[in-house]
């Protein structure tokens, strides 16, 4: 079960996919899972760290995050694992931690290239 999003915006034409909906972990190893869906060191770490201590994972879901200071938007794979630590992400632009967002609220969001307020959902697939 998958679920893509296109985001655009309707002032500077910016346009953007983001992958979302949940994930089965179980498919994966966890060496598989790191190269697949996770691309900052630090978080590759912590979850390798988990993993040898055999920490299971709770829930994997593909989020939208935002950054609250520039605006910028990132499609990114959230983990949750039963001793609590849950990944997290900073923003590539100005270091600031990113937070989850809810695409339901994407014209309140400021465009990330632009900064005005004109994002929109332009395609939702559903697939699986
Ligand atoms: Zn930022
Ligand atoms: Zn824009």
């Known amino acids: 079960m998958g679920e893509r999003l296109s985001v655009l915006c309707k002032n500077c034409l910016f346009t953007e996919e983001f992958e979302l909906g949940k994930e089965n972990e179980s498919e994966y190893s ?6 697949n869906f996770i691309d900052d060191k630090k978080v590759k770490k912590s979850i390798l760290k988990r993993s040898k201590y055999n920490i299971p994972i709770l829930d994997m879901k ?3 995050l935002i950054c609250s200071k520039c605006g910028n938007m990132k499609g990114k794979t959230v983990i949750e694992f039963a001793d609590g630590y849950i990944t997290r992400y900073c923003c590539e632009k100005c270091g600031h931690e990113l937070e989850s967002f809810d ?3 994407i014209r309140k969001a400021a ?3 632009c900064n005005e307020k004109a994002l929109m959902v332009k395609e939702h697939i559903f697939w699986g």
């Open 62 to 64: 593909h989020e939208i």
């Open 103 to 105: 695409y339901h609220e």
């Open 111 to 113: 465009c990330p290239d």
């Open 30 to 35: 966890i060496q598989e899972l790191i190269n």
